[in-house]
T-cell receptor, first 114, second 114 residues
Framework: DQQVKQNSPSLSVQEGRISILNCDYTNSMFDYFLWYKKYPAEGPTFLISISSIKDKNEDGRFTVFLNKSAKHLSLHIVPSQPGDSAVYFCAAHRVGGSNYKLTFGKGTLLTVNP | GAGVSQTPSNKVTEKGKYVELRCDPISGHTALYWYRQSLGQGPEFLIYFQGTGAADDSGLPNDRFFAVRPEGSVSTLKIQRTERGDSAVYLC????????????FGPGTRLTVT
């Protein structure tokens, strides 16, 4: 049972436009969400995160929006650049308790065309 | 500073053999995690350590998999009697503190079982 779902395996956008990557989750115990970016032959690198007590977090060109009632989050990249081309993973975390593992989605391959 | 390093970067082994995969976390990071990423999937949690002890090994698929971290720094993931289904990229991550929400990943070890 996939608790974190990224339903779009790929997305292609033009340079300068907005990229929107989506993520849905089913476990209401998740209360912290992260986006990771992964280039080929490298490990995932942390991009941006959001706590469930917020609905938006912005860092430069990257903004994450959280709709807790819909169990949905999205990552917006504006403006998109060719160097943003990578696989983006949504991950969720349950703060507290004794389990600190991250639960990942399957990823979305973003291609930004020059 | 140095990030998380993993050796070897690639490992090809025959079915039934034993393999060891090594992870060097970021210096000073107390928590260490192992994940496995199969083709087309996101990373899946295997085990994590707080210091020398395995705090949660619920993600290990069976008793052929074992991991140690004897001095609270370097960790080794050990797989006995390898099977073709074990072929995947094995990722190691570390975080500064127990429950640290931002995990820093190494480049992974690509294991191929023939």
């Amino acid at each position: 049972d996939q608790q974190v779902k990224q339903n779009s395996p790929s997305l292609s956008v033009q340079e300068g436009r907005i990229s929107i990557l989506n993520c849905d989750y089913t476990n209401s115990m998740f209360d912290y969400f992260l986006w990771y970016k992964k280039y080929p032959a490298e490990g995932p690198t942390f991009l941006i995160s959001i706590s469930s007590i917020k609905d938006k977090n912005e860092d430069g060109r990257f903004t994450v929006f959280l709709n807790k009632s819909a169990k949905h989050l999205s990552l917006h990249i504006v403006p998109s650049q060719p160097g943003d081309s990578a696989v983006y993973f949504c991950a969720a975390h349950r703060v507290g308790g004794s389990n600190y593992k991250l639960t990942f989605g399957k990823g979305t391959l973003l291609t930004v065309n020059p | 500073g140095a990030g998380v390093s993993q050796t070897p970067s690639n490992k090809v082994t025959e079915k039934g053999k034993y393999v060891e995969l090594r992870c060097d976390p970021i210096s000073g990071h107390t928590a260490l995690y192992w994940y496995r990423q199969s083709l087309g999937q996101g990373p899946e949690f295997l085990i994590y350590f707080q210091g020398t002890g395995a705090a949660d090994d619920s993600g290990l698929p069976n008793d052929r998999f074992f991991a140690v971290r004897p001095e609270g720094s370097v960790s080794t993931l050990k797989i006995q009697r390898t099977e073709r289904g074990d072929s995947a990229v094995y990722l190691c991550a570390s975080s500064l503190t127990f429950g640290g929400l931002e995990q820093y990943f190494g480049p992974g070890t690509r294991l191929t079982v023939t």
